[in-house]
């Protein structure tokens, strides 16, 4: 497993074109992913995307009883040789990561189209993405809603 994250760190490390764009990723979140009964975290470790040798995976859904904050974490199925990935920072010519992360960068809907309100945002650790959503919201996304993420940048990479 070690040589795994090694090898990620060291792809990334590697990335000599930084071709960047912009890019949206559309989620559904399942009723049955979402705790409103208990305040225990939830752990569904759930690839719910894949898209650039990214995945998206909810990791974990926890009622805090004034939000509900869902945390998604990012894997790579990397080729160590090139390839593309999808990240969510900007990744600078020095090798430093500069956090770009925006509440604009999340639209959340329900299931009929209608904005829901979101809460707060985090990043981190590496291309890790997290929103809270209100109790004032719940009632409307009892039966699952949808997500639109627009802060992922494509990178495309090659090794010299």
Same mark, same amino acid.
Do not use: C
């Given at each position: @497993?070690?040589?795994?994250?090694?090898?990620?760190?060291?792809?990334?490390?590697?990335?000599?074109?930084?071709?960047?764009?912009?890019?949206?990723?559309?989620?559904?979140?399942?009723?049955?992913?979402?705790?409103?009964?208990?305040?225990?975290?939830?752990?569904?470790?759930? /690839?719910?995307?894949?898209?650039?040798?990214?995945?998206?995976?909810?990791?974990?859904?926890? =009622?805090?009883?004034?939000?509900?904050?869902?945390?998604?974490?990012?894997?790579?199925?990397?080729?160590?040789?090139?390839? /593309?990935?999808?990240?969510? @920072?900007?990744? =600078?010519?020095?090798?430093?990561?500069?956090? /770009?992360?925006?509440?604009?960068?999340?639209?959340?809907?329900?299931?009929?189209?209608?904005?829901?309100?979101?809460?707060?945002?985090?990043?981190?650790?590496?291309?890790?993405?997290?929103?809270?959503?209100?109790?004032?919201?719940?009632?409307?996304?009892?039966?699952?809603?949808?997500?639109?993420?627009?802060? @992922?940048?494509?990178?495309?990479?090659?090794? /010299?």
């Amino acid at each position: @497993m070690l040589s795994i994250f090694f090898m990620i760190l060291v792809i990334l490390g590697l990335v000599s074109t930084q071709k960047g764009y912009s890019v949206r990723l559309d989620l559904s979140i399942k009723p049955e992913w979402i705790p409103f009964d208990t305040e225990k975290p939830q752990n569904p470790n759930i /690839k719910i995307a894949e898209s650039q040798n990214t995945n998206i995976i909810l990791q974990q859904v926890w =009622n805090k009883g004034n939000d509900i904050y869902f945390n998604f974490h990012t894997t790579f199925d990397l080729n160590y040789n090139n390839g /593309k990935f999808l990240y969510n @920072m900007l990744i =600078n010519d020095d090798g430093t990561y500069t956090t /770009k992360g925006s509440p604009e960068d999340f639209q959340l809907t329900d299931l009929h189209g209608s904005q829901i309100q979101i809460g707060q945002t985090g990043y981190g650790p590496g291309s890790d993405f997290s929103f809270g959503i209100d109790p004032s919201e719940y009632e409307r996304i009892r039966n699952g809603f949808n997500v639109s993420y627009s802060g @992922m940048i494509l990178y495309e990479y090659s090794r /010299k």
